[in-house]
């Protein structure tokens, strides 16, 4: 029925219906245009063209039609249409006609002049694009530059946003243009963090990395782009040029401690051989718990001493060289292991050495020695490798810990030092030390001795046994070396008669007579002078016996001349004290009326002193 429909309206000159029918319900678009020819009526134009314009390969057609129709109203249309469509530039001059008209007859003309300038654009007509920009004109400039950057036609952009002096879409345009140097300049007028990175980026991918640094510098000083900036280089693999950027970032005065300790971790990972130079540089500025994770994880153990020594991790630093042998040094665990306040870290660095570097043992020893037990460490020394060496294990070569802790007088370390210096036969020093130090097991060492091959040892553990009040032990030692006089030394020191008599009757026995001699002397003091004239007389040895009994009689006389002076001095003070009694008695005038009185005797008997009063009651 729409042909009956069509010919009722075109009877009754309603031909805009009719084309209506044409279009709408029959969609016959060659019978609609060939209609409009014939009637060639702008009504009728007007609704061909706008129906055209539906369609994507009817927008030239459609625009034309609107031309015929002389009709701007359709001007939306005809907008709407080119964005939905992008038509073709051979399209889109007939599009800038239509536009062009329309504007002449419109008040408002924006979207009209900012559809020409795309037209223009996609037309490649860029010198009038230019020419109606510098004219005056309602076009949306910034529209219509990302509608051309969208189509990809990039001078326009370039020019519009020029224009509109947005530096940061210029930059973005250019990068698009792979003018890479532009770009960089037009960022830097922008000086915004989204244009700095998608230039940065750009840069990179297309291996302009002394471009991508510059702008690279502006985004890692910004803590939130930096992690975004390191993960692009490195998916991409540009390791060294990351780690160039990262370096020279360093300098710069908005460097914070984030890229210090990025740049680190990059050394630790891809430049390993100048991690420690880093470490050593930076590691006042960097995040040191994050940077010795990094170097565990790469197996820079050197490197993670030395930034648990910075970060006064000192125990940490001593486990670590101690599980990773290769990054200890002597200098540096002995720093660490003075500043250590934990003693079992000390007995385990204490085993390290023992396995791993023994001839360092005595540097660990003489650092540690105010803080460890000596007890407990002489143990450890003497049971290392104690099959090999035997029950002393490597104690002998500790020789410089014992002598600084002997200060101390410790009964093992003395005892240690001693059996150390017996093991060497350095008698001397042996009694040196006993000497010195005498605070251990004297009679242990006097017993291992007195059986000792050398005489000198022997004459030792008689001496420990004299010190220690053993005296028949001593006596008995001295008398099989026959060393009368250390023998005789025992007697005396013990003041025992039982034991004196014992010796002196021996040298008697076996004619030891100048023995006999020495030992009156040496025991002169409680040596009976009856007991010594019956030996002398029994064993026929008063010539040996003389001197003992001259210096007898002579201390006889001493005391009997000492005890004549000692009356004659007392007499005189007697007399003195009567004659002092009797001057005080004459004088008191109280006598005449009353009599001696006791009190003045007593009184001056007080005055006179005690050896006075007692004379005069002896009196």
């Known amino acids: 029925m729409f042909e009956e429909a069509f010919t009722i309206y075109t009877r009754f000159n309603k031909n805009e219906d009719a084309v209506g029918v044409l ?27 706008t129906a055209q314009l539906r369609r994507r390969d009817m927008i030239a057609k459609g625009v034309t039609s609107l031309i015929r129709a002389q009709d701007p109203g ?102 698009k243009m792979k003018d890479f140097t532009s770009a960089v300049e037009f960022a830097r007028k922008a000086d915004k963090v989204p244009t700095w990175r998608a230039v940065c980026f750009a840069c990179v991918d297309n291996n302009e990395f002394r471009l991508a640094q510059i702008c690279g510098l502006h985004l890692i000083v910004d803590a939130n782009e930096l992690q975004d900036v390191l993960d692009y280089y490195r998916d991409r693999g540009h390791f060294q040029q990351l780690i160039d950027m990262m370096d020279t970032g360093l300098s710069l005065e908005r460097a914070h401690q984030a890229m210090f300790t990025e740049t680190g971790i990059l050394y630790t990972k891809y430049r390993p051989e100048r991690a420690m130079e880093f470490c050593k540089m930076w590691w006042q500025r960097s995040g040191i718990p994050k940077l010795i994770r990094a170097c565990d994880v790469a197996a820079l153990y050197s490197e993670k001493v030395f930034l648990h020594m910075q970060y006064n991790e000192h125990d940490n630093a001593i486990a670590c060289m ?3 042998p290769s990054s ?58 104690s099959r090999e060496y035997g029950e002393f294990g490597i104690l002998p070569i500790c020789k410089p810990y014992l002598h600084k802790v002997q200060q101390k007088n410790v009964p093992e370390v003395n005892e240690a030092l001693n059996n150390i210096l017996l093991l060497e036969n350095n008698l001397e020093a042996l009694k040196e030390s006993i000497k010195q130090y005498p605070s251990f097991d004297q009679l242990k060492l006097a017993r291992s001795l007195e059986h000792s091959e050398c ?27 026959k060393l009368w006089q250390d023998a005789i030394l025992s007697a005396a020191a013990s003041k025992d008669p039982e034991l004196v008599d014992f010796l002196s ?53 001493n005391r009997v001349m000492g005890l004549e002076e000692e009356s004659k001095t007392r007499a005189h003070a007697e007399e003195e004290f009567k004659k002092n009694v009797d001057e005080q008695i004459n004088d008191d005038p109280s006598v005449l009326l009353h009599g001696v009185q006791p009190t003045a005797i007593f009184g001056a008997a007080s005055a006179s002193g005690p050896q006075q009063l007692a004379l005069g009651w002896q009196k």
Request: net charge negative; with cysteine; glycine share 2%.
């Open 74 to 175: 359709p001007y939306e249309n005809v907008v709407l249409a080119c964005r939905d469509f992008e038509p073709d530039a051979e399209t889109y001059d007939a599009i800038i006609k239509f536009l062009r008209f329309a504007r002449t007859k419109l008040k408002d003309v924006r979207v009209i002049d900012t559809e020409i300038i795309i037209g223009l654009a996609r037309c490649n007509r860029f010198t009038e694009m230019e020419e109606f920009i510098s004219l005056p004109n309602s076009a949306d400039l910034e529209e219509a530059g990302e509608r051309c950057l969208s189509m990809n036609v990039l001078p326009a952009a370039k020019l519009l946003f020029s224009a509109t002096n947005n530096y940061a879409r210029v930059a973005v345009v250019l990068v």
């Open 322 to 324: 101690m599980e990773h």
């Open 455 to 481: 005489v000198e040892y022997r004459r030792l553990a008689a001496s420990l046994f004299r010190e220690n009040k053993k005296y028949e032990q001593a006596v008995d030692i001295s008398k099989r070396d």
């Open 23 to 49: 279009l709408d319900q029959m969609e016959s678009f060659e019978r609609a245009e060939e209609f409009a020819l014939k009637l060639d009526e702008p009504a009728v134009w007007s609704r061909l063209g």
């Open 328 to 385: 200890w040094e002597s200098t540096v665990f002995l720093e660490a292991i003075l500043k250590c306040g934990n003693v079992d870290v000390m007995y385990r660095a204490l085993s390290f050495y023992l396995n791993e570097h023994v001839d360092n043992i005595n540097d660990l020893l003489l650092t540690v020695a105010a803080k460890v037990d000596p007890g407990r460490t002489i143990s450890i020394l003497k049971s290392h490798c």
């Open 505 to 557: 009757r021996f040298f008697l026995d076996n004619d030891l007579r100048e023995g006999f001699t020495a030992m009156l002397l040496a025991c002169y003091e409680f040596f009976p002078p009856a007991l010594a004239l019956e030996y002398s007389w029994t064993y026929s040895v008063m010539d040996f016996s003389m001197p003992f009994f001259v210096q007898t009689m002579e201390e006889i006389g």
